[in-house]
C-alpha cells in the first residue's frame, strides 16, 4: 500500500470534524513522504490545510474552526498547553512576533512552551510563552482568574481591568485561594491581600 492511500485510510477513520497535525502521523512513515502524500491530498481536495501542519477531512458541511481551537491543537501536538490571555494584555506582546500585524488581525493565547506564532484565516496567532509560575496556575477557575490579574500588571493604565477581573474572582468564593499563593508575585500578593485577608496568610507566601 502506498503512503498516501494508507493516509487516506488511516484519516477515513477518524472522528467526523477531527483536526490532526502532521506530528500525529509522524509514526507511520518517514516525514519526507509524509509532506509528499498531505501535500498530494491537499491538492486532491479530499483534506483541507488550515494552517501550516494542521489538517482535517474536506467535507462540504465542514463548520469555520475558531482560531483559538487550531492554536491548542497545535500546541498539544507539541505537548504544550494553551492558556487564555486577557484581551487588554494582547498586543503588544513582542514586537519581533507581532511586526508586520495589526492589532484587529492578531489572536494572542498563552502557552507553556516556547513563543511562536502562525497565520490562519488571515490572522496571526501569537502563542506567547508564560513564565513557569503562571502555567502551574493551571486552566480553569481560580487559578486563571489569578493568571489574568498577573498577565494584566500592577500599572495605573489597566487599574480599571485589574478592579474587574478582581471582582470577577472575588465572584468564584475562593475558598481555596491559599493553595495558588506560592505561585504569585508579591505585589499580587499584597493587593489581594487586602482582599481576603482571612485566606491569605502572609506567613504562607514564599
Same mark, same amino acid.
Given at each position: 500500500?502506498?503512503?498516501?492511500?494508507?493516509?487516506?485510510?488511516?484519516?477515513?477513520?477518524?472522528?467526523?470534524?477531527?483536526?490532526?497535525?502532521?506530528?500525529?502521523?509522524?509514526?507511520?512513515?518517514?516525514?519526507?513522504?509524509?509532506?509528499?502524500?498531505? #501535500? $498530494?491530498? &491537499?491538492?486532491?481536495?479530499?483534506?483541507? +490545510?488550515?494552517?501550516?501542519?494542521?489538517?482535517?477531512? *474536506? !467535507?462540504?458541511?465542514?463548520?469555520?474552526?475558531?482560531?483559538?481551537?487550531?492554536?491548542?491543537?497545535?500546541?498539544?501536538?507539541?505537548?504544550?498547553?494553551?492558556?487564555?490571555?486577557?484581551?487588554?494584555?494582547?498586543?503588544?506582546?513582542?514586537?519581533?512576533?507581532?511586526?508586520?500585524?495589526?492589532? #484587529? $488581525?492578531? &489572536?494572542?493565547?498563552?502557552?507553556?512552551? +516556547?513563543?511562536?506564532?502562525?497565520?490562519?484565516?488571515? *490572522? !496571526?496567532?501569537?502563542?506567547?510563552?508564560?513564565?513557569?509560575?503562571?502555567?502551574?496556575?493551571?486552566?480553569?477557575?481560580?487559578?486563571?482568574?489569578?493568571?489574568?490579574?498577573?498577565?494584566?500588571?500592577?500599572?495605573?493604565?489597566?487599574?480599571?481591568?485589574?478592579?474587574?477581573?478582581?471582582?470577577?474572582?472575588?465572584?468564584?468564593?475562593?475558598?481555596?485561594?491559599?493553595?495558588?499563593?506560592?505561585?504569585?508575585?508579591?505585589?499580587?500578593?499584597?493587593?489581594?491581600?487586602?482582599?481576603?485577608?482571612?485566606?491569605?496568610?502572609?506567613?504562607?507566601?514564599?
Amino acid at each position: 500500500m502506498s503512503v498516501k492511500a494508507m493516509l487516506r485510510e488511516y484519516i477515513s477513520d477518524l472522528p467526523g470534524d477531527h483536526l490532526f497535525c502532521t506530528r500525529d502521523l509522524l509514526g507511520l512513515c518517514s516525514r519526507q513522504s509524509l509532506d509528499v502524500a498531505l #501535500s $498530494s491530498l &491537499v491538492k486532491e481536495e479530499f483534506i483541507e +490545510r488550515l494552517a501550516q501542519g494542521v489538517f482535517r477531512l *474536506k !467535507k462540504a458541511e465542514n463548520a469555520p474552526v475558531s482560531p483559538l481551537v487550531v492554536a491548542a491543537v497545535k500546541l498539544k501536538a507539541f505537548g504544550k498547553s494553551m492558556f487564555d490571555l486577557p484581551e487588554e494584555r494582547c498586543s503588544p506582546v513582542s514586537k519581533r512576533l507581532l511586526s508586520g500585524a495589526t492589532e #484587529s $488581525s492578531i &489572536v494572542t493565547v498563552g502557552t507553556d512552551g +516556547r513563543s511562536s506564532s502562525f497565520r490562519y484565516q488571515g *490572522k !496571526k496567532i501569537v502563542c506567547l510563552s508564560l513564565g513557569p509560575r503562571k502555567c502551574r496556575l493551571g486552566h480553569g477557575g481560580i487559578g486563571a482568574a489569578l493568571r489574568q490579574l498577573w498577565l494584566l500588571g500592577n500599572s495605573e493604565q489597566l487599574s480599571e481591568h485589574f478592579q474587574t477581573a478582581l471582582e470577577n474572582l472575588q465572584l468564584l468564593t475562593p475558598g481555596n485561594i491559599s493553595t495558588f499563593f506560592r505561585f504569585l508575585p508579591d505585589w499580587l500578593f499584597r493587593r489581594l491581600s487586602s482582599v481576603f485577608h482571612q485566606e491569605l496568610q502572609p506567613s504562607m507566601h514564599n
